[in-house]
């Protein structure tokens, strides 16, 4: 899959080559007003980097034009870019991305940039150290993406690393220190606001992140079942919980084998759990599968939101991080307890 859309993208890239300069001269009819010009153009590519730009803005996000590209509930890891989001992120002045193996159509994308002066903010490489390598815990499926790698790098070794950072509370401060301190830079005159806005939001970041703590400190029991791909790798690690899970958050696997069902249904007896978790949007057969190879078939299928599919229409819903990491915290709740 990433081999076609790499290829894909070079096609993309060509065609760019020959149709910016006319649409550079379409764009600048477009401009009808001193004022569009002096807008910021930033562009996001996931859920949780435009909310979080979105909070630091605050009142000045109506003099900014801020969008998110994967706005129609396709994920990170199946996402394949159009010439005009290719556009966008050439000619923004601000991009925020994640950076991880998903987004290698944004490196070569960025290197015929028609913006040289634009600015780039990878969360990613903000983490630096915090980021993890993904990992498979026992019981775990090896999806096509795994044979593929071994084949192709079978005589070097490659470091992969998870790229579901935002699933972090604690990365989230990071995260929004640095969107912050980048809109200063960009932005000056409003660089009290900018500041003001992240520090009253990492306070809330910091409050749920305790309220989480606190969750799982006085839990029952501290393991997950999952049955669907497992991309919060980085929330489990901050609050010291233990997971099984079908297949790695980057897995492109959908049909889970026997071996992994009956593992999967052994740990619900042998832990006695009365939940499986699936991911949101999931259509739950995995999970339903595993509840029949158990011994009560009973435990219910409860979801946790990764982030990774808000639509722009949840946004228009009402839809914010913090909203979703307080309900997973319910469902954290229940499945703990």
């Known amino acids: 899959m990433k081999k076609w859309i790499m290829g894909s ?32 153009n930033i562009v996001t ?13 605050g009142d000045r996000a ?44 944004i490196e070569d994308a960025l290197e015929s940039a028609q913006n040289k002066d634009m600015k780039t903010i990878n969360l990613m490489e903000v983490l ?10 026992e019981g775990m499926q090896e999806s096509d993406h795994d044979h593929d790698h071994d084949h192709d790098h079978e005589d070097e070794e490659e470091k992969e690393y998870d790229e579901h950072v935002w699933t972090s509370m604690r990365n ?10 980048t809109l200063e830079e960009m932005d000056s005159e409003n660089k009290e606001i900018y500041q003001s806005n992240a520090e009253t939001y990492k306070e809330k970041l910091s409050a749920l992140d305790e309220e989480y703590q606190e969750t799982v ?19 489990v690690d901050d609050y010291g919980l233990n997971y099984y899970a079908a297949f790695s958050g ?10 992994t069902v009956t593992f999967l249904a052994g740990k619900v007896d042998e832990l006695g759990v009365k939940s499986v978790l699936t991911m949101e949007k999931s259509d739950d057969r995995i999970a339903q599968t595993v509840i029949e190879n158990t011994r009560a078939k009973d435990q ?35 499945v703990l307890n």
């Open 62 to 105: 109506d003099d900014v034009n801020l969008t998110m590209l994967l706005d129609n509930g396709t994920d990170l890891h199946s996402f394949q870019p159009a010439v005009k989001d290719i556009m966008k992120v050439s000619s923004c002045d601000l991009l925020i991305y994640v950076g991880g193996e998903s987004d290698q159509w």
């Open 172 to 181: 989230a401060e990071v995260i929004c220190e640095a969107i912050a301190e």
């Open 217 to 235: 400190d006085s839990a029952k029991q501290k393991t997950l079942i999952f049955a669907d791909r497992f991309p919060f790798r980085y929330l």
């Open 9 to 40: 993208l070079a096609i993309l890239l060509g065609v760019m080559s020959i149709s910016i300069p006319f649409a550079g001269i379409h764009t600048a009819e477009a401009k009808t007003t001193e004022e569009t010009e002096k807008k910021l």
């Open 300 to 334: 219910k299928i409860l979801q946790l939101n990764s982030m990774q599919s808000i639509t722009s229409e949840e946004i228009a819903d009402g839809a914010t991080y913090l909203s979703v990491m307080e309900d997973n915290l319910g469902t954290l709740k229940k």
């Open 45 to 57: 590519t996931i859920f949780p980097e435009y909310d979080w730009t979105r909070v630091i803005l």
């Open 250 to 259: 980057c897995s492109a696997e959908s049909e889970a084998s026997f071996k």
């Open 128 to 137: 630096g150290d915090s980021i993890k390598e993904e990992e498979t815990v």
